[in-house]
């Protein structure tokens, strides 16, 4: 079994979820004369590539620590919504299932197509990243329950729609854009939609079930999109965390392996060495498919 990397590349340039704090990373000590480079990082736990724990949204709930590695690694699957999801869209479980296999207790990645639009990608739009990516409505979080997913990921800024989130009110004029969208495409208002006890029931709903999510997902996920494999999410062992940065890997057979580093050498990347995801359409052709 070899590698491939959905985590994305994290630096001082990379957003954290909005209002929270990035990373910040200083030298305290340098080669002279201390003989050694040493670096302080602060940083919230929700910057890059990360972990949301139950304990985010659940009091009672586990910390980062006791999640058991048979829990974060698993057979999973990826899928590819973005031929069906845009600016402010509601995805749905149906749109999943009639993409790839998902199998009760599997590992879930949901590839929006919005990481396209993430810091590390030639085409980088925050605004669009954290702001306007699709999300899922109460009817995908009760089937990813009975599902009994282990966790779910997604390659944007949360697994919540923004305009369910507090977003919706930090950004006035998007929630406008959000609410003529909706009149037009699902004949409701953003309110009929999304009413208070709806609230982010992607974390309320969810974590105290113990099906917590991943936020910010992406590096090469094009290149496994509506396909399945074995999916490791690796944080800290981390006492008393709420979330974790982490790093998710996706593992397939030596063959397979081959066959998509082939492809990936045929790919624009970006200034990082990951997929440019917008720049190789053929990629998703080959998943839409599937």
Same mark, same amino acid.
């Given at each position: 079994?070899? $590698? ?42 929700? *910057? ?13 709930? @586990? ?14 699957? !990826? ?20 993409? *790839?296999?998902? @199998? ?46 282990? &966790? ?14 507090? !977003? ?14 909706? @009149? ?5 208002? =953003? ?15 969810? %974590? ?16 496994? =999109?509506?396909?399945? /494999?074995?999916?490791?999410? %690796?944080? &800290? ?8 940065? /982490? ?30 995801? /917008?720049?190789? $359409?053929?990629?998703?052709?080959? /998943?839409?498919?599937?």
């Amino acid at each position: 079994m070899k $590698p491939v990397d959905l985590t994305i590349p994290l630096g001082v340039g990379t957003p954290p979820w909005p209002t929270y704090i990035p990373l910040q990373v200083q030298y305290f000590k340098r080669l002279a004369p201390n003989g050694a480079n040493g670096q302080v990082v602060t940083h919230s736990n929700h *910057v890059g590539t990360h972990l949301d724990g139950e304990i985010h949204f659940y009091t009672p709930g @586990k910390d980062i620590a006791s999640l058991d590695l048979d829990f974060l690694m698993h057979d999973g699957a !990826i899928v590819d919504l973005s031929d069906v999801c845009g600016d402010y869209d509601v995805y749905t479980s149906k749109m999943v299932e009639d993409r *790839v296999e998902v @199998k009760e207790g599997d590992i879930l990645i949901i590839h929006t197509g919005y990481h396209h639009y993430g810091w590390d990608q030639p085409t980088a739009d925050e605004i669009r990243y954290m702001i306007k990516h699709p999300g899922p409505d109460r009817e995908f979080a009760d089937w990813a329950k009975k599902k009994k997913l282990r &966790w779910i990921g997604v390659d944007c800024g949360s697994a919540d729609h923004p305009m369910n989130t507090k !977003i919706r009110e930090w950004m006035p004029v998007q929630a406008k854009e959000c609410e003529a969208h909706f @009149k037009k495409k699902y004949g409701k208002t =953003l309110d009929e939609v999304f009413t208070p006890d709806k609230y982010q029931l992607m974390h309320i709903e969810m %974590f105290n079930k113990g099906l917590i999510h991943a936020e910010c997902v992406g590096g090469d996920i094009d290149l496994l =999109l509506n396909q399945r /494999a074995v999916i490791g999410c %690796f944080p &800290w062992r981390f006492v008393d965390g709420e979330s974790c940065i /982490a790093r998710i890997v996706a593992f397939v057979d030596d063959d397979r392996h081959a066959k998509l580093m082939a492809k990936k050498a045929k790919a624009e990347l970006t200034k990082f060495g990951d997929i440019a995801g /917008a720049a190789n $359409p053929k990629l998703h052709a080959e /998943a839409h498919k599937k």
